[in-house]
């Protein structure tokens, strides 16, 4: 994967200047919609695992950028899933977007919401709980939307850890995520080692 990239994001988004994004905006929130497996990855290789992606569309009215449902789960128990999240997509400027990160109160009781026809269509952005300093920064690169969080803005007290980092790469059918966990004195805490883990899309979920 091109993680350097991050690099340059970093650089480039406090800068950059505002133009026309909204059709590679569309492409990315599209192309984020769907069911996404990386059972294939588990296959070849033990230390990761089977786990199941899911994200949808929420809130198709809105007109403040792309709402998408989020939902992760081990492919041995999709009805309790281990991370629930909304994501906020919107664009920034110049070749720069932006996936912001919510909270929802009591999850699990949204469990496998991206099944039905209006997810989440009695919460609204008032009922969530923003992820300060976590939202992923991504760059149109090629054929692919290549991101990452910003430095150690993403506070985490999971196992130990005081920050996260999160490393994604999405293309039409693949999306590439590496989520890590960090103590202060930068020693990795959690989350995979060896990269990220490989999610190839198994259904499109339209977006209008």
Known sequence: ???????????????AAAQDGESDLRTLATWMCGSFSSGAQARED???????????????????????YVEQAVAWSQNEPYRQRVYHLTHVGADIYQ???????????????????????????????????????????????????????????LRGAAFATSEVEITEMHLLSWDRGFAATGAQVWGAEKGGYVFEKTADHALD
């Not at 690099?7 to 480039?12: D, E, F, G, N, R």
């Not at 949204?110 to 952005?125: E, I, K, M, N």
């Open 1 to 15: 994967m091109a993680w350097q990239t991050c690099a340059l994001v970093a650089l480039l988004v406090f800068g």
């Open 46 to 68: 033990a230390e990761y695992l089977d786990i199941k992606l899911n994200m949808v569309r929420i809130w198709p009215a809105r007109d403040d950028g792309y709402w998408l």
């Open 99 to 157: 996936s912001e990160v919510f909270e929802l109160r009591d999850p699990l009781r949204f469990a496998g919401a991206w099944r039905t026809d209006a997810p989440l269509s009695d919460q609204s952005p008032d009922s969530l709980e923003a992820r300060q300093g976590c939202a992923i920064i991504l760059r149109k690169h090629g054929d692919a939307f290549i991101g990452c969080t910003l430095g150690r803005l993403c506070e985490s007290t």
